[in-house]
């Protein structure tokens, strides 16, 4: 069994931060491409920002240059810092994982946090 765990989020005021956290546990062999979604009332699921095994990054428009994502693999666990925080980045907060399991290192899964919930109000 794998299970991802996210923490860290809460209420803050515009223009203020917070780090999310994302740790992986279980039976876990390698873990691949990770990412952070959100998804607010009423909208679809989108994808915040995506950190590959190389440390590549990717980032949605609406987020660059406030937010910064990244991984610690010894530790299974995943980071996003969000600085400069909006009002519209209010959402839950989801981790997801391409994941290899030990005595199935041919399959990747895919795994999802339950969300941490972020609101930015004043």
């Known amino acids: 069994q794998v299970q991802l765990a996210e923490s860290g989020g809460g209420l803050v005021q515009p223009g203020g931060s917070l780090r999310l956290s994302c740790a992986a546990s279980?039976?876990?062999?390698?873990?691949?491409?990770m990412g952070w979604y959100r998804q607010a009332p009423g909208k679809q699921r989108e994808l915040v920002a995506g950190i590959t095994s190389s440390n590549r990054k990717n980032y949605a428009d609406s987020v660059k240059g406030r937010f910064t994502i990244s991984r610690d693999d010894a530790k299974n666990t995943m980071y996003l810092q969000m600085n400069s925080l909006k009002p519209e980045d209010t959402a839950v907060y989801l981790c997801n994982a391409d994941i290899r399991r030990w005595g199935a290192t041919h399959v990747v899964e895919s795994h999802w946090g339950q969300g941490t919930q972020v609101t930015v109000s004043s």
């Open positions: 279980g039976s876990i062999f390698s873990i691949n491409v």
